[in-house]
C-alpha cells in the first residue's frame, strides 16, 4: 500500500510539473514582441512563431510594441505587425507625428488627422482632415480618441467610423472600454459605445471625470454626477 501511495504522489507530482511547463509555454508565447530595427529594415520577432518577420526597404521614425502588435512609422506610412495573425499591414500617405497602442488597436496621428488599425477587423482606419489641431490621444481596449483644442474624436469600432464632436474646447479627456468623456468650462460631452451616440451634460463644470466599465462617473464643486451605459440614465447626489 505504501508504494502504491507512492506511485500516486510521484503521477502527482509529475502531472504538476507537465501543468506548470504548460502555463510556461503559454506565457512565452503571448510575451511582447521586441523590435530589431538598423537603417533600412525592421525585423519583429514573433514569439509564437519563434522566428523573426522582416520588413525591408523602410526608414523608421518612430515606434512602439505592445502584448500582440508591434508599430512602426516614417514620414510618408505606417506599418503594424500582428502576431496573432502574423501579418504586416499598412497606412499608407500618412504623416505620423505620434503612435500609440493597445491590445485591440494601434493609433497614429499628426495635428490634424489620425488613422487607427483595428486588430479584429484586421484592417486601417483613416479620420477625416480634422478642423482643429490635435492635442491628446487616447487608448483603451475598446475605443480610441482624440481631443484638441476645439474638438472631440471617437473611434467607434462597431461602426468602424470617426464620430466627431467639434467646436468642444477640451480641458481634459478619459476614455474607456465602452464610454469616452471630454470636457470644457463648462460643458461635458460623452460617446456611449453601447448605442453609438454623444451624451451632452451642460452646465455642470466638471473637474474630474472616473469612467470605470459601464459607468461614468463625474465631479464638480458640489455634485457627483454618475451615468450608466446600461440604463442610460444620469443620476446625482451632493457632495
Excluded at 98 to 107: K, Q, T, V, Y
Aim: net charge negative.
Amino acid at each position: 500500500m505504501m508504494m502504491i501511495h507512492g506511485k500516486r504522489i510521484a503521477l502527482l507530482m509529475l502531472a504538476g510539473i507537465q501543468f506548470f511547463l504548460v502555463l510556461s509555454g503559454t506565457t512565452a508565447a503571448r510575451a511582447e514582441v521586441s523590435l530589431f530595427i538598423d537603417a533600412h529594415t525592421v525585423r519583429v520577432h514573433d514569439p509564437s512563431l519563434g522566428r523573426q518577420s522582416v520588413l525591408n526597404d523602410f526608414r523608421t521614425k518612430g515606434h512602439r510594441t505592445h502584448n500582440y502588435l508591434a508599430l512602426v512609422w516614417s514620414e510618408d506610412a505606417a506599418w503594424v505587425y500582428d502576431t496573432r495573425t502574423h501579418q504586416w499591414l499598412s497606412q499608407g500617405d500618412f504623416r505620423t507625428l505620434l503612435g500609440s497602442l493597445s491590445d485591440e488597436f494601434a493609433l497614429v496621428w499628426n495635428d490634424s488627422e489620425a488613422a487607427v488599425f483595428d486588430a479584429k477587423k484586421q484592417e486601417w482606419i483613416r479620420s477625416e482632415t480634422m478642423p482643429w489641431t490635435v492635442s491628446g490621444a487616447h487608448l483603451s481596449r475598446g475605443m480610441a480618441a482624440l481631443s484638441g483644442d476645439d474638438g472631440f474624436v471617437v473611434y467607434d469600432p462597431v461602426l468602424k467610423q470617426w464620430q466627431y464632436a467639434n467646436d468642444f474646447p477640451v480641458l481634459k479627456a478619459q476614455v474607456g472600454d465602452v464610454l469616452a468623456a471630454a470636457w470644457d468650462a463648462d460643458n461635458l460631452v460623452l460617446y456611449d459605445l453601447t448605442v453609438h451616440q454623444w451624451v451632452l451634460r451642460e452646465g455642470i463644470r466638471a473637474q474630474a471625470c472616473i469612467i470605470n466599465g459601464h459607468k461614468a462617473i463625474i465631479y464638480t464643486a458640489d455634485k457627483i454626477l454618475e451615468y450608466d451605459a446600461m440604463t442610460h440614465r444620469w443620476t446625482e447626489k451632493n457632495r
